[in-house]
């Protein structure tokens, strides 16, 4: 079983529950390190980027998210902008064909 379990990625979602377990449960870094066959040194390393991202998830605008929407809005309004132009071309294509085929 250890063997399966070392076979696992640890993805950040993997790591974010074993730090929720720590952190809720009674359970120690060593603990988490045996019973997951990792060293302590990977959980303490994994709970140093947790515990820096937690001031910046626990303020009221965190930093990266907005600049992450800023970037997705400037996509999205570029996809629209060229949609439009497409829309245009076509509908002006479309009656350039019916105007040809009635003459």
Known sequence: MMQEQKNKRWRA???????KKIYRVPTTVPEAARVNDLTQAEIESWMDDAEAGMENALEANPKGIAEQYEKQLSELKEVYGET??????????QHHLDSTEKS
């Open 13 to 19: 979602k993997r790591k974010a529950e074993l730090i």
């Open 84 to 93: 439009m132009l497409q829309l245009k071309f076509r509908k002006k294509l």
